[in-house]
């Protein structure tokens, strides 16, 4: 009996172990990600009627595990970089070369910093963001970008770099960097402002 207690107690020890390792802690994203394809969308004076006659585009950057599926819905594992509202002077209609920093302000070469906002009842992200996609869907997570910069380098008119310097809302650095070619596709005349600041975050057009 005395013998038997010994193993029930060391196999309780053994299970206990096992159990710490615990399968639902966090993923350890990587901070410094290469982004192997993307788009831009230009959107016009879309603040026009605010008072701000800057441009507005938006960038979306896909590193290599996300492919779109035949519904153009995202696949995969990897991370999704999005900023939206990257103001630019009101000549430019392609996202030019220079350096922008996150911030509010609506002055050109800056990026709306990331935030949740509210249309209705309804609840959505803006503003410049990363997503996480996990092959636990679970785990997939938004992270806002709430300061830094990213730089946008241009060579023969096509090849874009973007290499990122950031701080999300919980404070952790994001670097990351693009290299290659960045379409871009004119949206200034297919939403009205509460339209395309809603539907922006569901709309990938590939």
Known sequence: MKYLKILVVFFGIILTSCNGSDPQSAYVYNANPTYTWGYAEY??????????????????????????????????????LYFEDI???????????????????????????G?????????????????????????????????????????????????????????KALKGSFTTTLPHYDESLKYDILEARKNRHRNIQF
């Open 43 to 80: 959107f016009g004076s879309e603040y026009a009627e605010f008072g701000n006659q800057n441009h507005i585009l938006s960038v979306s950057l896909f590193s290599a595990g996300l492919q779109p599926d035949s519904t153009r819905a995202l696949t995969g594992v990897g991370q999704f």
């Open 87 to 113: 103001y630019v002077p009101p000549t430019k209609i392609l996202l030019p070369a220079g350096t922008y920093a996150i911030n509010s302000t609506g002055l050109p070469y800056t990026v709306r910093p």
């Open 115 to 171: 935030k949740n906002d509210t249309v209705g009842n309804e609840v959505f992200p803006i503003g410049a963001r990363i997503t996480y996609y996990e092959e636990n869907a679970s785990k997939s997570k938004v992270k806002f970008i709430t300061e830094g910069t990213f730089s946008v380098k241009i060579e023969l008119d096509t090849i874009y770099t973007i290499n990122c310097d950031f701080k999300t809302d919980d404070k």
